[in-house]
């Protein structure tokens, strides 16, 4: 084939592709209020879309910004994700290097992984009150367990043959957990941060929707109680682009610091 191993062609071709896409939906969704298959009280077209977006970009909504709502709702996502971060990675690489360690915490990371995140959200609340506080904190116990059961998984998926051959050439612990160890486990851990980010992401949406008085979770809610279904659709429209923003961001990172994936 003539694009295969073009890896320009096969972008260009992605690139076109997705375009395309988003025009067929985007001229779909146009032919369901053009055509009054769907009333507009139920779906607003683009146009009332767009028009909601200068709107709410000159004057905000019910006393917020629209960059305000997009920086608290970042806010929250990040936080929580970077604090599950700093805690989820060495735990986890601790517990794929410590039978000891790994016994002892392996039970209560797989007990919080299935948990619904939203149900620690009303002791949270006690506790912490409506505020940042609480979602970021809920944002935290929802990453922590992905990101640590995923770091664990990529240490026990290294090669023992990789770390013996180490040991046999004198590599000292140090130096195999350096050299050997952490290199072969980044794919995996990279691809559970992934995971865990668009976890915290979608969370913190319901947790906005339930405690909140600035973010786009709470855009949308409030715009739900007033029937406002195009400020809805932008909610969503918007939540949607973050969320590809951030994924890719985390991808563009993959691919810079582990350029040796693949290559096992």
Same mark, same amino acid.
């Given at each position: 084939m003539s694009g295969q191993g073009d890896p320009s062609g096969e972008r260009w071709m992605r690139l076109g592709l997705g375009t395309l896409s988003v025009?067929? @939906?985007?001229?779909?969704w146009q032919a369901l209020g053009s +055509?009054?298959?769907?009333?507009?009280?139920?779906?607003a077209s683009p146009e009332e879309v767009w028009a909601a977006l200068i709107d709410i970009s000159r004057h905000g909504y019910r006393g917020t910004?629209?960059?305000?709502?997009?920086?608290?709702?970042?806010?929250?996502?990040?936080?929580? +994700?970077?604090?599950?971060? /700093?805690?989820?990675v060495p735990l986890g690489l601790w517990m794929g290097m410590s039978r000891l360690t790994a016994a002892a915490a392996d039970w209560l990371v797989q007990f919080l992984r299935p948990l619904p995140p939203l149900s620690?959200?009303?002791?949270?609340?006690?506790?912490?009150?409506? @505020?940042?506080?609480?979602? /970021?904190?809920?944002?935290?116990?929802?990453?922590?367990?992905?990101?640590? #059961?995923?770091?664990?998984?990529a240490v026990g998926s290294?090669?023992?043959?990789?770390?013996?051959?180490?040991?046999?050439?004198?590599?000292? #612990?140090?130096?195999?957990?350096?050299?050997?160890?952490?290199?072969a486990a980044l794919p995996m851990i990279s691809t559970g941060l992934r995971i865990a980010l668009a976890a915290a992401f979608s969370t913190v949406v319901a947790a906005e929707l339930m405690a @909140?008085?600035?973010?786009?979770?709470?855009?949308? +809610?409030?715009? #739900?109680?007033?029937?406002?279904?195009?400020?809805?659709?932008l909610g969503i429209i918007l939540l949607g682009l973050l969320g590809m923003g951030l994924n890719s961001l985390l991808l563009g990172l993959d691919r810079g610091l582990i350029h040796w994936r693949g290559r096992d």
């Open positions: 025009a067929i @939906g985007l001229a779909a +055509f009054h298959l769907i009333p507009s009280g139920l779906l910004s629209l960059g305000q709502d997009i920086g608290a709702t970042l806010f929250r996502a990040l936080a929580g +994700f970077v604090i599950a971060t /700093v805690i989820g620690f959200l009303v002791l949270l609340t006690l506790w912490l009150g409506t @505020g940042d506080l609480a979602k /970021v904190g809920l944002l935290a116990l929802t990453a922590f367990p992905i990101i640590t #059961s995923a770091t664990y998984a290294v090669p023992q043959q990789k770390i013996l051959a180490a040991q046999s050439l004198g590599a000292s #612990s140090g130096q195999i957990f350096r050299h050997v160890l952490l290199p @909140g008085s600035d973010g786009l979770g709470w855009m949308i +809610f409030s715009a #739900s109680q007033f029937l406002r279904n195009d400020i809805i659709l």
